[in-house]
């Protein structure tokens, strides 16, 4: 079993950056893609952005060529670089692996 624990989040203005970190522990060997999801209050969770085992990413249009997702393989830990951030971005931001959810972390973003 896969164990994912997110950290990063936080109250930023509009604009501004945050980065999340999601940590994997467990039975890691079996993981392949990595992803983070968001679900705003009253919508559904959707997804952000990819990773692949072998480093290929994808993004959601929304936040593509303003959010980054890398994979530090050394320390088992995806990251979400999240700049010009807009308040559109609030959510809970989740990391996925492996048909297992992270429990999420809070992104408020004031305007």
């Known amino acids: 079993q896969v164990q994912l624990v997110e950290s990063g989040g936080g109250l930023v203005q509009a604009g501004g950056s945050l980065r999340l970190s999601c940590a994997a522990s467990g039975s890691i060997f079996g993981i392949n893609a990595m992803a983070w999801y968001r679900q705003a209050p009253g919508k559904q969770r959707e997804l952000v952005a990819t990773i692949s085992s072998g480093g290929y990413t994808n993004y959601a249009s929304s936040v593509k060529g303003r959010f980054t997702i890398s994979r530090e393989y050394a320390k088992n830990t995806v990251y979400l670089q999240m700049n010009s951030l807009k308040p559109e971005d609030t959510a809970v931001y989740y990391c996925?692996?492996?048909?297992?959810w992270g429990q999420g972390t809070l992104v408020t973003v004031s305007s």
């Open positions: 996925y692996a492996s048909e297992v």
